[in-house]
């Protein structure tokens, strides 16, 4: 005969799959079978709002992460650019290389390029190209 859970027990299933997203985790964090774990889960009245606000907080707080390390990453992305742009680096680079590491910064500088009524950027790598072409001519 199963033994039957407890209160607390079945609180502390849903606690643990809200968190772990997975009925097989939450299964062996609590010594009980994937399919008593699905049961408690199904069954909890409350599940589905504290799943959505469990999602909400996760999404606040990645977001907050991400805000507070705006101005790191924006630091690495400006030594990346201008190590892009270095002519010693370029030198050494192969044309697979540099045609890679343009491409990738394109690619998301210009992800959204249709819906951005500014395509200074993209006006900007044309000019640039261009001007390149002229100086390897001359």
């Known amino acids: 005969m199963a033994k039957r859970l407890t209160d ?6 849903v606690a643990d799959y809200l968190e772990l997203q997975s009925y097989n985790a939450t299964a062996k964090e609590n010594g009980v079978s994937k399919d008593t774990v699905k ?19 996760n999404t606040a707080d990645m977001l907050e992460f991400m805000d507070s390390r705006k101005g ?9 650019l201008k190590a892009l742009a270095d002519p010693e680096k370029l030198d050494q680079a ?44 001359a």
């Open 8 to 13: 607390r027990q079945k609180k502390k299933i």
């Open 39 to 57: 049961r408690v889960v199904l069954n909890c009245e409350e599940f589905a709002q504290k799943a959505q606000q469990k999602k909400e907080q």
């Open 72 to 80: 790191v990453a924006q630091g690495v992305i400006d030594k990346y």
């Open 94 to 137: 192969t044309l697979s290389q540099i045609a890679t590491a343009l491409g990738i910064v394109v690619d998301k500088f210009t992800k959204d390029i249709q819906k951005q009524p500014d395509t200074s950027l993209f006006s900007s790598i044309v000019k640039t190209a261009g001007d390149f072409k002229h100086e390897q001519k």
